[in-house]
């Protein structure tokens, strides 16, 4: 059993080290493609959509632009951004709309009048007055709850100071549109691991099968890289566990290492356990020794 648990331990190593080759490559992938910055901008696409149902194509791509461009969000060097809130949402569109954008102004003028036709439509009628209420109103409480968090004391700013439909619209539809866009993401994600771990698990020659057989000596990569069809089904079987990701080996891993001292102590006691059942089993050899001893004490003494 113990032995077994062994196996299993080093092919969950093997496992692991492999897996996370397997999402540094997917992470590469994904972020050469920039795919998490794009589905954001899909996801502002679809909340503009829902806050003004009449905004054109053109005109809501834009604003998405504009909003992932803030500073408040670019990443290093002036790249896209990959993660908003949705109270930083609500005051870069006030911004864009005031044409108040830190840096200078980044969006196109139609783009931006449009964009103010849409709050005024929606309770917004001057976006830059809003925008400076929310401002004082988010200092007060800075120093009225300085143990507050930030993002508690902007939402109530917000929810304050812009008490209209853009925000409610925005505050309705924002975290469900977050999460279909962070599925579609995990979506994507999932199918280039599971490519990146066909290519790796082909390349090393990565016979599950073989590896189980082997889990204590296997090496990482093949001595002679043979390619076989016998191979195939191990292959691909690695391909499926490599897709697992490398927090699943990390966890498995961990419980079997924790179970391993616990059954190393049930061992260890069974054992001690037989090994007494086995000595009581076996009965001492008379050999009356003391009655022989009595026999020539008397005999000396009768003498």
């Known amino acids: 059993m113990l032995h077994s648990l062994d196996v299993l331990i080093g092919f969950a190593a093997i496992m692991l080290l492999v897996s996370a080759a397997v999402t540094m490559l997917t992470q590469a992938v994904t972020g050469a493609l920039g795919w998490r910055g794009k589905n954001l901008v899909r996801g502002l696409f679809t909340i503009l959509n829902q806050v003004d ?6 005109c809501a791509q834009q604003i998405a632009l504009g909003v992932v461009r803030h500073p408040l969000i670019a990443r290093a060097e ?3 951004g990959t993660v908003i809130q949705r109270e930083e949402l609500t005051r870069i569109l006030l ?7 830190p840096g200078g102004k980044s969006l196109d003028e139609y783009a931006r009048l449009t964009l103010k036709r849409t709050l005024e439509a929606n309770g917004i009628a001057d ?43 925005i505050h309705a539809c924002f975290d469900e549109t977050m999460d279909r866009i962070t599925q579609r993401f995990a979506r994507h994600t999932r199918s280039v691991a599971a490519v990146m771990a066909l290519v790796v698990a082909a390349g090393l020659q990565l016979d599950a099968f073989d590896l189980l057989r082997r889990a204590n000596t296997y090496a990482i990569v093949p001595e002679n890289w043979n390619w076989g069809w016998a191979k195939l089904p191990g292959i691909a079987l690695s391909a499926i566990l490599l897709s697992l990701g490398a927090p699943f080996w990390y966890n498995a891993l961990k419980d079997l290492v924790g179970l391993r001292p616990v059954l190393a102590r049930k061992e260890q006691a069974h054992r001690e356990q037989r090994q007494s059942a086995h000595d009581g089993a076996v009965s001492p050899v008379p050999t009356q020794a003391t009655g022989e001893k009595g026999d020539l004490a008397a005999i000396g003494a009768a003498g």
């Open 95 to 101: 911004e864009l709309a005031a044409g108040r954008e």
């Open 53 to 58: 149902p009449k905004i054109t194509a053109f």
């Open 127 to 169: 976006p830059a007055q809003v925008l400076e209420n929310i401002h004082l109103l988010g200092l007060k409480l800075e120093a009225l709850r300085p143990d507050w968090p930030s993002s508690v004391r902007h939402g109530i700013a917000i929810a304050t100071e812009a008490p209209s439909q853009f925000a409610g619209r």
């Open 78 to 80: 002036g790249k896209a």
